[in-house]
């Protein structure tokens, strides 16, 4: 008799991998189909690969800067083969980790490309052929790509888009992206740390429009003062190219600017993936091509659950994990364990920037009364000692109740620090609940509880507000 799984799960991405192995340990007998790498986007063409660069790039740029704490280092140069080598090294490190952990924990991995036949088979092709899996559910977790907006020039050839960018085997000495978004800033600080000449074009009128007005202001300047050219409220109207430049067409402030470069990225953004994924005749409801789920994660077609970036909403690789732990739950017959509401947001520039819950401009729009502390890291030893003192920490809460609504960061480490409001927030704690615990000294994490006395009558290193 064919073998009948409980689960089979789609993707093997953080939002697929992390699924397969909760089902396995919630007792499920999982197989997780994967046409590529274990690890998905994130691992491999994503997040790792893009933070083992940004270390690189700003290891160097630091090594440079030496001199500022008395250490000199000559002829300081880089190889960007071996940067490419440790950021593939470090992949294939989690790689192996992840494929691991599906044999520790007993999942079934299957490789090639799945299509769901029924809401209880799915066909899988690889080069031995092709094969039917008999499943008592299936977890569609596929995930994204680059998404390529309709402008004209956009099918030129050698136009980058992230995945690519990772397959070039030089550093550009120039590069224009089309988009200031999360990657677009990213790859601008990869790039310019590296001495690369970086030009970022966006349609809105500012960087990370969906973040705090704060961050897009100081990250313009910082971005600025390392040489790179910014145009917000640039929309790109078309693309061509002649020889090897290309010509990137857009309009600033209604004027028509031309700028050429040998290498363009587009970063404006994911598409869900969903091709081939269903035999003919059959589908799920979606919308502009993301799949709909409903409550516990289901599609339209009952035993079929979709999370991730293939479905609607963040497309961010721990809200992926975080949302498959909380369907397989599901399928398991038990409650989420995860408030997916509260949902930390981390963008790895220098200074890094994190964000949590609410924003001030978020607060005023919903009528919300909220009082805002904030600390400017200037005045924190840690930040002086390692010359990181740009940056602040804003805390955003209730004005009657000080219940802790949201917390927004640009400093070092404020995407490991972020981490504590997740807490705070959940358990709806007060000013006063988390000013009882005292910090370490020197951290940066002091700066937290100083924007936290800010709300509860001044913090110790700042200088009181003048009385009126
Ligand atoms: P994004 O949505 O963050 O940014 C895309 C930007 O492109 C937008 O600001 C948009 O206004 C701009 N744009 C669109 N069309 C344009 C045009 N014609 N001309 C100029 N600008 C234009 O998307 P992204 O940066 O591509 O990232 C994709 C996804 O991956 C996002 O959801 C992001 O959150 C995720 N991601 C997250 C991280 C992280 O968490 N650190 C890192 C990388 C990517």
């Known amino acids: 008799m064919q073998e009948v799984f409980d689960l089979i799960v789609i993707g093997a991405g953080p939002g697929g991998y992390v699924s397969a192995i909760k089902a396995a340990k919630l007792g499920l007998h999982t197989a997780v189909v994967e046409c590529r790498e274990a690890g998905g986007t994130c691992l491999n063409r994503g997040c790792i690969p893009t933070k083992a660069m940004i270390h690189a790039a700003e290891l160097y740029r630091q090594t440079k800067e030496g001199e500022r704490f008395g250490v000199y280092a000559e002829n300081v140069r880089y190889d960007y083969n071996k940067i490419l080598e440790y950021k593939e090294e470090t992949s294939a490190s989690l790689r192996n980790g992840v494929e691991q952990l599906f044999k520790a924990n007993g999942v079934t991995k299957i490789k090639g490309k799945a299509q769901i036949l029924t809401n209880q088979s799915v066909l899988v092709k690889n080069e031995d052929g092709e094969s039917v899996y008999q499943t008592k559910n299936i977890l569609i977790a596929t995930g994204s790509k680059p998404f390529l907006p309709p402008i004209p020039g956009m099918e030129l050839s050698g136009i980058m888009t992230s995945d690519e960018m990772f397959q070039l085997d030089h550093a550009?000495?120039?590069?224009?992206?089309?988009?200031?978004?999360?990657?677009?800033?990213?790859?601008?600080?990869?790039?310019?740390?590296?001495?690369?000449?970086?030009?970022?074009?966006?349609?809105?009128?500012?960087?990370?429009?969906?973040?705090?007005?704060?961050f897009s202001q100081n990250l313009k300047l910082i971005l600025k003062k390392r040489g790179v050219d910014i145009h917000t409220g640039a929309s790109v109207q078309k693309i061509s190219k002649d020889g090897e430049d290309f010509t990137v067409t857009f309009t600033e402030k209604e004027n028509e600017v031309n700028v050429k470069t040998k290498y363009l990225l587009s970063a404006v953004g994911?598409?869900?993936?969903?091709?081939?994924?269903?035999?003919?005749?059959?589908?799920?409801?979606?919308?502009?091509?993301?799949?709909?789920?409903?409550?516990?994660?289901?599609?339209?077609?009952?035993?079929?659950?979709?999370?991730?970036?293939?479905?609607?909403?963040?497309?961010?690789?721990?809200?992926?994990?975080?949302?498959?732990?909380?369907?397989?739950?599901?399928?398991?017959?038990?409650?989420?364990?995860?408030d997916l509401n509260i949902v930390p947001s981390c963008v790895y520039t220098d200074p890094e920037i994190a964000s949590i819950g609410i924003t001030e401009e978020e607060a005023k729009e919903k009528g919300l009364h909220v009082e805002v502390g904030k600390f400017m890291m200037s005045a924190n030893g840690k930040s002086l000692i390692s010359k990181e003192e740009r940056g602040f920490i804003k805390i955003v809460v209730d004005k009657e109740s000080k219940v802790v609504l949201g917390a927004q960061m640009m400093c070092a480490r404020a995407t490991d620090m972020i981490g504590e409001f997740g807490t705070i927030i959940e358990n709806k704690l007060t000013v006063s609940d988390v000013l009882k615990v005292m910090r370490a000294h020197p951290t940066y994490n002091e700066g937290v509880g100083e924007a936290f006395e800010e709300l509860e009558g001044g913090a110790i290193h700042v200088a009181p507000r003048k009385k009126r």
């Open 270 to 338: 994911r598409a869900a993936n969903t091709d081939e994924l269903f035999a003919e005749g059959i589908s799920v409801d979606m919308e502009r091509g993301k799949i709909i789920v409903g409550e516990k994660f289901c599609t339209s077609m009952e035993h079929v659950y979709a999370i991730g970036d293939v479905i609607k909403g963040i497309q961010l690789a721990h809200v992926a994990s975080a949302q498959g732990i909380c369907a397989v739950e599901g399928i398991a017959g038990l409650e989420p364990t995860i």
């Open 172 to 214: 550009p000495d120039e590069l224009v992206i089309i988009g200031g978004g999360v990657i677009g800033v990213e790859f601008a600080t990869v790039f310019s740390s590296l001495g690369c000449k970086v030009t970022i074009i966006e349609a809105l009128p500012r960087l990370l429009a969906n973040l705090d007005k704060d």
